[in-house]
């Protein structure tokens, strides 16, 4: 198994001088998860190098296993810190992508021309495409074969906007993942908010927030099994 995980390169949350990022939970699980499955993972993003990871997701209380097994895996760090760039790559080779989440894909990935191509490639390839979080938000502007959106008909989830709520930030992100969805078309689904809830629809895999992590990794292995 090849699995391509493509990360954020932005870095500022809006204009409130904050930073963001990725958060580190939603690769790091996803990428232990493909690693001892024994999956071949390439990583990207936009700019390529290092990704900013959120320092929010830094902080004590949002360590993990896995994030505690990556600050001493000096090999994972070297690949975080030289992703290739994302306009260097097509999905010709991989059998899946995977967008950790994160605030910053609302920024840049979703609106980065290289990022909708590769999904919509995955998509005709009948390759498995899975995100998490804020991720789905990747799915923005991209078209099925039909020219309609990706997602229109399909079940998905992402973070709700009670979550975003919860976080006070739903007047400074570019929209709302759980609106983006629905009126791209697709059949919206979520769990509890923090709680863990994956949906899968044929080779499109999606989880809700950071505990969906690992479940929605997971899910994309299974996918890739059948």
Sequence with gaps: MKILMVLTSHS????????????????????YAFRDAGAEVTLASPAGGQPPVDPNSEADDAQTETTRRFQTDEDAKTALATTQKLSDLSIDGFDAVFYPGGHGPLWDLAEDADSIRLIENAASQDKVIGAVCHAPGVFRHVKGANGEPLVKGREATGFTNTEEEAVGLSEVVPFLVEDMLEANGADYRCGDDWSS????????????NPASSEETA?????????
Excluded at 218 to 226: E, F, G, I, P, W
């Design 218 to 226: 997971k899910a994309v292995l299974n996918t890739l099994k059948q």
């Design 12 to 31: 500022d949350m809006g204009n409130t001088g904050h930073k963001t990022g990725f958060w580190l939970e939603e690769f790091t699980a996803p990428y």
């Design 197 to 208: 809830f994956v949906v899968r629809d044929g080779r499109l895999v999606t989880g809700q």
